[in-house]
């Protein structure tokens, strides 16, 4: 495709329940990025991939935060027994290689009821 | 600790006039610097980047200014159009490490006014 696409745009979940978020990165993309924007925030990094291997994972905020790029393509934010502080909208976002213009998707807005 | 500081939060400016938006970091390692804006339920979109080795660059209407020794950078948008109503992000990255994730700063609202 053109660029970063992201499934569901939008995902309304009770507390507890588990969730997974889907980045499809622009084709040719060896590095994939998950970011997440509070309400009124600048985003903030999560995790990072160069092809399918997890190279930083610092700033996942909890070990209930898991994701994977199992091909080196398509990845997946899954998050473990939602709690209401996990209410963001989840940007992913892919470039050419390390040091390279990073280019966003629209995200996904996770609510927590 | 906030590593990168944006200022103003928000910013209210007349059609044709400039917009200034500026933002100061704190790791001297950061070696990239680009600029996002961001529509209301849209991800952000890269308008305009800089490395140390330049003081300026110019894109169309963009301008980013670098200062090395103070740490800080600005975006000037000339002849600022309704059209760049919209949030503004500055973000900062090292590439050496192999690790490139973004550190952005808070984000400053503008709004053109006709």
């Known amino acids: 495709g053109a660029g970063v696409s992201q499934s569901p745009r939008y995902k309304v979940a009770k507390r507890g329940q588990d969730v997974a978020l889907r980045c499809d990165p622009i084709?040719?993309?060896?590095?994939l990025f998950w970011y997440q924007q509070a309400l009124g925030q600048g985003p903030e990094f999560l995790t990072y991939?160069?092809?399918?291997?997890?190279?930083?994972k610092s700033g996942l905020p909890s070990d209930r935060f898991f994701a994977e790029r199992p091909e080196g393509s398509v990845s997946t934010l899954k998050i473990q027994r939602t709690q209401q502080e996990d209410s963001a909208v989840y940007l992913c976002?892919?470039?050419?290689?390390?040091?390279?213009?990073?280019?966003f998707g629209p995200g996904t807005r996770l609510t927590v009821t | 600790q906030q590593q990168v500081k944006q200022s103003p939060q928000s910013l209210i400016v007349q059609k044709g006039g400039i917009s200034i938006i500026n933002c100061a970091y704190e790791?001297?390692?950061?070696?990239?610097f680009p600029w996002y804006q961001q529509f209301p339920g849209k991800g952000p979109a890269l308008l305009i980047a800089?490395?140390?080795?330049?003081s300026e660059k110019k894109e169309g209407r963009f301008t980013i200014s670098f200062n090395k020794s103070a740490k800080q950078f600005s975006l000037h948008i000339m002849d600022s159009q309704p059209g760049d109503s919209a949030t503004y992000f500055c973000a900062a990255a090292y590439s050496g490490g192999g690790a490139d994730g973004l550190t952005f700063g808070k984000g400053t609202h503008l709004i053109i006014q006709p």
């Open positions: 084709s040719g993309h060896v590095s």
């Open positions: 976002a892919s470039s050419l290689g390390g040091g390279g213009e990073q280019y």
């Open positions: 800089i490395r140390p080795d330049v």
């Open positions: 991939f160069q092809n399918e291997a997890q190279l930083d």
């Open positions: 790791n001297t390692a950061f070696d990239y």
